[in-house]
């Protein structure tokens, strides 16, 4: 049939295509003993399910196989991922151990110990603790950020991660985030993403006049939307 028309140049990434291509229903990871965590680790991880914590020291937490998988393929650092004894029998998270196994420490807890990290209503039983990764304010201005989304003082958590995947599907260069915005890295935010996060370059905490100011002086047409539906200034 006949193409669908996309509205810019770029064309959807196919990426999350592979996703539905699960392992057998038989699969069983081939990892054996599993490290226990230490208390002070493990104090640490659970730390991050504060803002403060995330902020001060850059880590912060990704759950659910499908974020997991998004943050391995993208290559990012991962520093431990947990995974809850049950969970281990998943096919999916089977696979996904198998795949991390040498590239960091894959630490095993009980249910109870997941539910207190974990921030989802259903947990899939595995959690990654990662860095984000620091983009310099003047390094939006630099080649190659054609195509940039902009969100002023969205507040909702599933907002952002929302427009996030959308960005990364429709081929956008980067996002920014202005003064205002949900935080980046809270845990809503990170799951809505559905791994674009790990994908997509974002700028947050952004001053926008001053940032919008250099885009339009390098050269970029400033195109806004208004959810009150009224041209804006």
Request: aromatic content about 6%; glycine content about 10%.
């Amino acid at each position: 049939g006949q193409a669908p028309a996309w509205p810019c140049s770029r064309r959807p990434r196919a990426r999350f295509g592979r996703l539905d291509r699960l392992p057998p229903s038989g699969h069983c990871s081939r990892i054996g003993y599993m490290p226990p965590i230490s208390r002070n680790e493990w104090k640490r991880i659970r730390a991050l399910k504060r803002k403060k914590e995330r902020r001060e020291s850059g880590r912060f937490l990704v759950e659910g196989a499908r974020a997991c998988e998004e943050l391995f393929e993208a290559a990012w650092p991962a520093e431990c991922v947990l995974v809850a004894a049950g969970a281990r029998d998943d096919p999916r998270v089977a696979a996904l151990l198998d795949k991390v196994q040498g590239r960091c420490v894959i630490y095993e807890c009980n249910d109870s110990e997941m539910e207190s990290v974990s921030d989802a209503v259903t947990s899939q039983g595995i959690v990654a603790v990662t860095r984000r990764k620091e983009m310099p304010p003047d390094s939006l201005t630099e080649g190659g950020h054609d195509l940039l989304v902009v969100l002023d003082r969205v507040q909702d958590p599933g907002n952002v991660g929302t427009i996030l995947r959308a960005a990364d599907w429709f081929g956008a260069d980067g996002v920014v985030l202005g003064q205002g915005c949900a935080e980046l890295l809270s845990p809503k935010t990170v799951r809505s993403s559905a791994g674009s996060l790990f994908h997509v370059p974002v700028w947050d905490e952004v001053f926008l006049p001053d940032a919008l100011s250099r885009l339009r002086e390098n050269g970029h047409r400033i195109v806004g939307a208004s959810v009150a539906g009224l041209p804006c200034p």
